[in-house]
């Protein structure tokens, strides 16, 4: 068993900068793919980020966000950059034994909110 615990989220205006961090705690990450992914209100949860043997971005973020892991300290994290009113949403935490699998663990979520 895997526990997320997001934080970091907030009001940002376009342009600006957050960074996202998840702590997890039941098993040691180096054995996961972890992820970000968001739902905007409306829409339907959507891949953001992961990382596993290698890195990878959803094209709307690509360039702006930037995901990174700390096995020793069992965190993940998502530096978001050039932020924009799109990019509103809560982000979730989440991970998977393996690439082909659905989403095992899930965080449970924290609100990022980007003003125009």
């Known amino acids: 068993q895997v526990q997320l615990v997001e934080s970091g989220g907030g009001l940002v205006q376009a342009g600006g900068s957050l960074r996202l961090s998840c702590a997890a705690s039941?098993?040691?990450?180096?054995?996961?793919?972890m992820g970000w992914l968001r739902q905007a209100p409306g829409k339907e949860r959507e891949f953001v980020a992961r990382s596993g043997t290698n890195t990878v971005y959803a094209d709307s973020v690509k360039g702006r966000f930037t995901i990174s892991r700390d096995n020793a300290k069992n965190t993940i994290a998502l530096q978001m950059n050039s932020l924009k009113p799109e990019d509103t949403a809560i982000y979730y935490c989440?991970?998977?034994?393996?690439?082909?699998?659905?989403?095992?663990?899930w965080g449970q979520g924290t609100q990022v909110t980007v003003s125009s």
């Open positions: 989440a991970a998977k034994r393996r690439l082909s699998a659905p989403w095992d663990y």
């Open positions: 039941g098993r040691t990450l180096s054995n996961y793919v």
